[in-house]
C-alpha cells in the first residue's frame, strides 16, 4: 500500500488483488460481480446460440436447394414429356399419314416446317421404317441420320415411343438444320429428342423424330428459374440462377451480364466434375460468379442410355442468407445487452436492499435538512460509511455557525437574480422579434431557388407514346386465344406494346413487375368475377386505365364495374375499329385531364406570385422592368400613381443592381437611394428569354432593429456578467464557510450562467 495517499498500488499476485478488492464500495462489489458473471454467461450464450442458428439457418438453405434441383429436374423432364406429347399428337395426325402413304415429299416436308414452326422445335424428320430419309422440316434434300448412332431411333423403329437428352455431333445437327450450327462453339451439342413410330396397319411404316438444341437456348431455364425465384431481386441482382452444363461447361443459364445478356460457357467448379459428372452424385458447393457468391446445388443429366452428358444447377446468392444469420446474431447481442441491464437493475435493487445500515445515516441528514443541527452520526467503521459519517459530523458543526450569514447572503442574492432576470428576459424577447423580421429574408433565398427552377412543360397529344417518349403499354386478359391474337395484332400495328395473357394470375404478376397505361380485361374470367378483378388491377395500379369487354349477357356487370372505377366497356364481339376507338379515347380523356390540372396550377402559381410579399420583377437586356408583381409596386411607388412598367431600375430606384460595376454576386444587401429604403437583392438569369429576374426584400426596419438589438445586447450582457461575478465571489466565500452551498444558491448561479451564455450566442 502506498504510505502517502493510504491507496494500494497495482497487485502483483493475488494477495494484492483481494486487498485492492477490499477497498471498493459494497455496492461496486456485488454490482462487478453480478454484471461480469451475466456478461460471461452472456457472451458464451450469444456465441453458441449464433453458431447453431448459423449451422440450422444453412441446413435449411442446403434443403431447399435440394427441394428446388428437384423441382428443376422435374420441370426438365416435364419438358421432354411434353415434347414427346407433341411427337405423338403429330404422328395421330391423318393428313401427315397420307403424305406419306402417297409419298407427296414436297408436301410432307412443308407439312413437317409447319408444325416444327408451330411447336417451336428445332428438327422435326420422317424416316421409313428401314431408316431412309422421306423429309426434313428445313431442309430440302439430305442423308438420314444414322440410326445405329441414336438410340432413340433404334427404340422407334421397333415400335416403341421414346424421348430425352443426349448429345449429338455438329455434322447430325447439320443434316437435322444447319442454322443449328449457329448456336455451337463446340463439336458436339446437347439435344431434347423425342421420335414416335406411325404404326399403319398393325405396321411400322415410319417413324417421326424432333427435338430442340439446349445450347444457347435459355427457354427451360428461364422456365425454371421463374418457378423457384418468381424474378426476386436482391441488391440489384437477381435471387437465383438456373444453368444446364454439357459435361463441365455451361450451355444455357439465367445468369446475366450488366447488359442484360445470357452468361454461358463458364466451366463447372472441380468438385462437381468429381461428385457429380464423375461419381454421378448430387453436390451442394459455394461458388462465385459475375462478382458475386452462390449456394449451388447440381445433379447429374443423364441421356437414353442412362450415360451422364451433363449437369443441371441451381444457384441462390449468399447475401441474403448471411443477412439472416447477420439479423440473427444482432438479435442474440441485444438479447444479451437486455439481459445485462435487466440483471443490472436486480443488482441495484440488491444492493440497495444490503445497505439498509445506511438508512440511520439518511434519518440524521433529514433531522439537519429540517433545521436539527445537535445530532451526530456515530462512526463504527473505516469504510465509506464511516468516513461519510464523519464528514457528516463536521458539516453540521460548520453549518451550525455560518447558516445565519448564508440566510442574509442568499436574500441577497434572490433580489439581484430575480432583477437580472427579468432584464435578461427582456432582451431575449427583443431578439425573438428580431428573428420574426428576418424570416421574410429566408421566404426570399427559398423563392429564388424556386423561380430558378420553374418549367412550362407542353403538353402532348395523345399517341401510343407517354409524356416521356415510351410506347404505352397495354395489357390484354382474355380466354379466347383469337381475341388475344386480333387485339395484340391491331395495337401492335397502331405503335403499342401489347402483352396477351389468359390467365389472371399471369395479369397480376405482369401488373406487379412493370407500368402499364391500359388494361383491357375480359369480365368473364374462370379464376374471378369482373368487380373482384377490377378491385385487384386497381390495387396495384390505381392510375391504370381499365376498359372491360363483356358478353350481352355480362352487360349489367360491366356497368357495375364502371361504376366502381373501370373507364369504360366493350359488347363483345367487337370490331378493330370499336377497339381502337376506345384505346384513343381513354388516352384523350387522360390528356384532358392533365391539361385541365396544369392550367388549374398556372393559375394558382399567377395568384400566389401576385401575392407575394416578396417584390419581384423581369427585366430585359436595357435593365428595363416588363413584368412585377403587386409587391414591386408597393416597393418602387409606394404612392401608385407613378407607372412601373418599361422605366428602369435607376430611374426608380436612382441605382441600378444589374450595372456590371455593381453586380458581385447573386445575393446582397443593396441601399435605394430614391425611394430611401433597405433591401436585400436576390437576381438571376433565366437565359432562354434573355431575362433576368430580380427579387427585393425590404429589410429597412429589421436593419433598425438589429442595430438597437445589438445596442441592448451588449449593455445586457455586460451587467449580467458583472451581477454574476459579484455573485460567484460570494458563493466562494460561503462555499469556504460551509464546505458547500445551498440548493437554492446553486440553482440561481446555473441559471445566471446560463443566460449569460444564451446572451453571448446570440
Known sequence: MDPVTSKRVPWKSWNDFTGWAQDFSLKKKVLGGFLGVVILVGLVTSLIGTRLARETILERARIRLFSDLATAGFILRSSQETLELKIRLVTGSDKLRDLIEKKDLKGLRERLSIIAVENDLDFLSVIDANGKLLARAFVEEGTPAKIADDALLTAAMGGKEASGLMLVSTQRLALENPTLLQKLDSKNGMIMEAAHPLVIDSKTNAVLYGGTLLNNNNLIVDRISHRLFRGEVYNRRELGYVAIYQHDRAISSTLKTREGLPVIGFIADPRIREEVLQKGQSEITWESQMGAKYLSATEPVKDWENKIIGAIQVATLEQP???????????????????????????????????????????AARGAAEGDLSREVPVVARDEIGELAATFNLMIRNLAESRNKLEDWGKQLASKVAEQTGELNQAREQVARVKKLASLEKMADGMAHIMQHISDPLLIFPS?????????????????????????????????????????NEAL????????????????????????????????????????????????????????????????????????????????????????????????????????????????????????????????????????????????????????????????????????RTAKLYNFELPEEDLRVLMLLDITETVMKDQQADVFKAETISKAQQVIHQQMRVAQEIAGLLGETTAETKAALFELIKLAGEGESR
Not at 656 to 667: A, I, M, R, V
Request: glycine share 4%; aromatic share 8%; proline share 4%.
Open 464 to 504: 401510343s407514346e407517354d409524356e416521356s417518349g415510351a410506347t404505352s403499354r397495354i395489357l390484354v386478359l382474355d380466354t379466347d386465344e383469337k381475341v388475344l391474337e386480333i387485339c395484340q395484332r391491331i395495337l401492335e400495328s397502331e405503335g403499342f406494346d401489347v402483352k396477351t395473357t389468359r390467365s389472371v
Open 321 to 363: 442468407i448471411t443477412l439472416v444469420i447477420d439479423q440473427l446474431v444482432a438479435t442474440f447481442l441485444i438479447v444479451g445487452f437486455l439481459g445485462v441491464l435487466l440483471m443490472a437493475a436486480i443488482s441495484y435493487y440488491l444492493v440497495q436492499w444490503i445497505n439498509r445500515p445506511l438508512e440511520q445515516m439518511l434519518y
Open 509 to 676: 404478376n405482369a401488373l406487379e413487375q412493370q407500368f402499364f397505361d391500359i388494361v383491357v380485361a375480359d369480365i368473364d374470367m374462370p379464376e374471378m368475377g369482373g368487380q373482384e378483378l377490377l378491385k385487384e388491377i386497381k390495387y396495384r395500379q390505381p392510375e391504370v386505365l381499365v376498359i372491360m369487354t363483356a358478353s350481352f349477357k355480362a352487360t349489367e356487370e360491366a356497368v357495375e364495374t364502371v361504376k366502381l372505377g373501370a373507364f369504360d366497356y366493350i359488347p363483345k364481339p367487337f370490331g378493330p375499329h370499336q377497339i381502337l376507338l376506345m384505346i384513343y379515347t381513354a388516352l384523350q380523356t387522360r390528356e384532358m385531364l392533365k391539361k385541365t390540372r396544369k392550367q388549374h396550377a398556372e393559375r394558382r402559381a399567377e395568384t400566389i406570385f401576385q401575392r407575394l410579399p416578396v417584390a419581384i420583377a423581369l427585366a430585359d437586356e436595357a435593365h428595363r422592368v416588363v413584368y412585377h408583381n403587386n409587391a414591386f409596386i408597393e416597393l418602387a411607388a409606394p404612392d401608385g400613381h407613378e407607372p412601373i412598367q418599361g422605366k428602369t431600375f435607376r430611374q426608380l430606384f436612382g441605382v441600378d443592381p444589374l450595372d456590371k460595376d455593381e453586380e458581385d454576386s447573386s445575393s446582397r444587401w443593396l441601399q435605394l437611394e430614391k425611394v430611401g
